[in-house]
């Protein structure tokens, strides 16, 4: 039988086992990305942040993938995935220690450099572990590979969110006379600080768990990947500016980045605002949403089996890009300021006995429809680069600074004038999230038109 007529391999053989550790990464690196969303909320309450200063925790986020992207991808073209792997896990690990003098002090700037080095490790994790997925089986089939192990990703999202809404979130939201109340007793103080003292816990068993997967990981094989046997030249940035479909999955994961982030952190700020929800009820639906993410990327692994996955890709942005259309015109801001009517469109919750605005079931959808963008983005755009595979992936995961843009650009645009109505006392998030259509428009432009291998395609 030629090699034409062999059925393509999903994983190497003999490496099953490697590829599950590699897979428990994914898992891991959703608790940082989603216990941020969550401190977004918290920490507005407990270390009254400002709604621009929110911002910041995003940012930091992505600042420490953007910063260690281009050393991690240079420091494993040198020593290798495995090393790389083990050096993201003890940042990874040190970023979540952090988190107690942070707690213990009340410092939001340490907190921040907390997220910095967390994310910094991630950096090398996602590096390490997306080209590692990709190359480990036929190139037919790295999409689906990839999509797979991604799959695992909002598994962590679930159980990060659910850890969040039942360790970190107290439940406590004191209107601003119960505020005024405590500073009068003297007892605002104290609280503050239990509010604060609530966040380590959850930082400090991430960090145990991640130092037990690094030393399984220290303890598998991990198989020389094939480019790397048969091309002795290494990658170089100056090659890299040869392949299009590269530079456009730059741009895509840079705008899907802004989307995602842009749509997390401030889900729950956007379901209090739209809703009669606490924040601890509103994290029930955090968690619904990671659900939905997951079912996503399981269910588009399947698909891809008959649909090309670009082209999935591309419909699905342009979903999405109709979802966040009713969320932005179906929350209280938007019923105000364009008055639309889709804000009496409501909907019953089942099990709650009340109801809720199609917006908020709008843009808790467009997970389902946004979990194959990354995998499928990272995939597109590390095809065929042969021994530019490392340095293009690391420059791939620093567009993931788009996050943090992208949640800035919609923190601070809700926070003008524009993210004001008439009759409201306080700006409101939606007014920010146009920014997320934006990101859906390009893309489905990369999806449909830029993400064809061109260049000097390496097999």
């Given amino acids: 039988m030629s090699n034409s007529n062999k059925k393509a391999r999903l994983i190497t053989p003999g490496y099953i086992v490697t590829f599950i550790l590699v897979v428990c990464l994914f898992f891991l690196w959703s608790w940082p990305n989603t216990l941020n969303d969550f401190l977004i909320t918290?920490?507005?309450?407990?270390?009254?942040?400002?709604?621009?200063?929110?911002?910041?925790?995003?940012?930091?986020?992505?600042?420490?993938?953007f910063c260690l992207a281009i050393p991690a991808g240079l420091y494993m073209q040198r020593k290798g995935y495995k090393s790389g792997i083990l050096m993201g896990l003890i940042l990874f690990a040190a970023g979540c220690l952090l988190f107690y003098p942070a707690a213990s002090t009340q410092k939001f700037t340490l907190f921040l450099c907390g997220i910095f080095v967390m994310a910094g490790g991630c950096a090398f994790l996602e590096i390490g572990a997306n080209s590692f997925v990709v190359s480990l089986g036929d190139k037919e089939t790295s999409e689906r590979r990839l999509n797979l192990a991604q799959s695992f990703n909002p598994i962590g999202n679930i159980m990060a969110s659910t850890a969040a809404t039942l360790f970190i979130f107290s439940g406590?939201?004191?209107?601003?006379?119960?505020?005024?109340?405590?500073?009068?007793?003297?007892?605002?103080?104290?609280?503050?600080?239990?509010?604060?003292?609530?966040?380590?816990?959850v930082y400090i068993m991430l960090a145990v768990i991640v130092l037990i997967i690094a030393f399984l990981i220290s303890r598998a094989k991990f198989p020389e990947i094939a480019v790397e046997k048969k091309v002795k030249e290494r990658g170089s940035f100056k090659a890299l500016l040869k392949y299009p479909h590269w530079w456009g999955a730059i741009l895509s994961q840079f705008f899907y980045l802004g989307a995602q982030l842009g749509?997390?952190?401030?889900?729950?700020?956007?379901?209090?605002?739209?809703?009669?929800?606490?924040?601890?009820?509103?994290?029930?639906f955090v968690i619904a949403n990671m659900i939905l993410f997951m079912t996503g990327r399981f269910f588009a692994t399947w698909l891809m089996k008959?649909?090309?996955?670009?082209?999935?890709?591309?419909i699905y942005a342009i979903i999405n890009f109709c979802l966040i259309s009713v969320a932005v015109l179906g929350s209280k801001w938007g019923e105000l300021k364009f008055g639309l009517g889709l804000n009496d469109v409501v909907f019953a919750v089942p099990f709650t006995g009340f109801s809720m605005p199609v917006s908020i079931y709008a843009l808790i959808l467009t997970a389902l429809f946004m979990s194959l963008m990354y995998p499928t983005n990272f995939a597109s755009g590390v095809k065929g680069l042969g021994p530019n595979t490392k340095l293009g992936a690391s420059i791939l995961v620093m567009s993931l600074?788009?996050?943090?843009?992208?949640?800035?650009?919609?923190?601070?645009?809700?926070?003008?004038?524009?993210g004001l109505a008439a009759g409201m006392?306080?700006?409101?998030?939606?007014?920010?999230?146009c920014v997320i259509m934006v990101s859906y428009a390009v893309?489905?432009?990369?999806a449909f038109f830029g993400s064809r291998p061109r260049g000097p395609v390496y097999d």
């Fill in 306 to 314: 008959y649909f090309k996955p670009t082209r999935l890709m591309g």
């Fill in 42 to 65: 918290q920490f507005k309450k407990s270390l009254e942040l400002s709604l621009a200063q929110t911002g910041f925790l995003p940012f930091a986020l992505k600042t420490g993938y």
């Fill in 401 to 418: 600074i788009g996050g943090a843009l992208g949640s800035l650009a919609i923190s601070s645009l809700a926070g003008s004038k524009w």
């Fill in 172 to 201: 406590n939201e004191p209107n601003a006379t119960a505020i005024e109340t405590m500073k009068i007793t003297g007892s605002y103080d104290s609280f503050l600080k239990e509010e604060n003292a609530r966040v380590f816990p």
């Fill in 443 to 446: 893309i489905a432009w990369y």
């Fill in 425 to 433: 006392d306080a700006h409101q998030i939606a007014g920010g999230m």
């Fill in 263 to 284: 749509t997390w952190s401030y889900l729950v700020l956007y379901i209090t605002q739209n809703s009669k929800l606490g924040e601890k009820a509103a994290g029930g």
